[in-house]
């Protein structure tokens, strides 16, 4: 199968570009300025814009929710962080739509533009030449007597936690049939490369950059130091079996999730629908690292 996180080539990163959709981070008055200028500025090149509906409040332009959007227009542009995208993400679904993220916050990984940047970058994407990365994404399902309690695509992550505070729980893991471990911690996550920079790291996983192909098991705080993050082919095929009789909380994305009780089983695999991101023109991907985490400061 060929790589998923790989670079598109031009031909294939865009359909000629008619639709935009603009997509705002809630609750960001400062932004009202720069969002009505990026609409004007679309407009005046022939561009269909449609906004979600934090864009057309803050603009008056007319507005859908976000689910609508991504299905009418060949790029959408988000201005926020990196939360918003993964929001934005979720909406555009299996649609192949790429996606533009423009920082309006502080850290941001996936939102790799500045708003000073956003012209610019965008005279490329018309163009065709910009960098666009098929991001590989989690297909979750949670099961209880082989039945889907729900179905969940994740960018970053997968994380079962225990809900009460008192307790740690076990969790047994499986990767293509076979036993890895049973996690006795606070929980389990299971990230993408792009997810390795998100709770992951905050829990002592590695970064993994994003053209590579893995899934990172991470556990939170566990009993025994010996059970260390684990990196695994994306070939693999997941299992993680609840083994604890206290309630275990699985959320993707950090934005939603489902509760599980002991012997429901979370099964996770490699999506075939993975999310397209516009890449920074402006800076490498080891730019972006040295500048977010201040490498080499003192």
Not at 131 to 153: K, N, P, S, Y
Not at 217 to 224: D, K, V, Y
Request: aromatic fraction near 4%.
């Amino acid at each position: 199968m060929p790589s998923e996180n790989r670079t598109l080539k031009p031909d294939e990163a865009f359909h000629p570009i008619r639709a935009v959709g603009v997509c705002l981070k809630p609750a960001q008055p400062q932004a009202a300025g720069a969002v009505r200028g990026l609409v004007k500025w679309l407009e005046q090149r022939g561009l269909r814009v449609i906004a979600d509906e934090e864009a057309g409040e803050v603009t008056g332009h007319p507005s859908q929710p976000r689910s609508l959007l991504a299905g009418q227009v060949d790029l959408v542009i988000v201005l926020g962080g990196d939360g918003t995208l993964l929001s934005v993400a979720r909406a555009v679904s299996d649609r192949p739509v790429p996606i533009l993220g423009v920082n309006l916050g502080t850290l941001g990984f996936l939102t790799e533009v500045t708003l000073d940047e956003l012209f610019a970058a965008l005279e490329l994407v018309l163009a065709g030449k910009a960098r666009v990365e098929a991001r590989m994404r989690l297909d979750v399902r949670a099961l209880r007597d082989q039945g889907e309690l729900g179905r969940f695509l994740a960018l970053n992550d997968a994380v079962l936690t225990k809900a009460d505070l008192a307790r740690m729980i076990d969790l047994e893991t499986r990767a293509d049939g076979g036993e890895v471990t049973t996690y006795h911690a606070d929980g389990l996550i299971v990230a993408t490369p792009t997810g390795s920079t998100a709770y992951s790291l905050s829990a002592g996983g590695p970064i993994v950059l994003p053209e590579l192909e893995a899934f990172l098991l991470t556990p939170i705080c566990p009993h025994t130091l010996t059970q260390r993050p684990l990196v695994l082919p994306h070939s693999s095929q997941i299992e993680i079996c609840v083994r604890s009789r206290n309630e275990v909380q699985l959320t993707v994305d950090g934005q939603e999730g489902i509760a599980l009780r002991e012997g429901d089983v979370v099964a996770v695999r490699r999506s075939d629908h993975p999310v397209r991101l516009i890449a920074s023109p402006f800076r490498s991907r080891f730019e972006i690292l040295r500048e977010k985490f201040h490498w080499g400061t003192r």
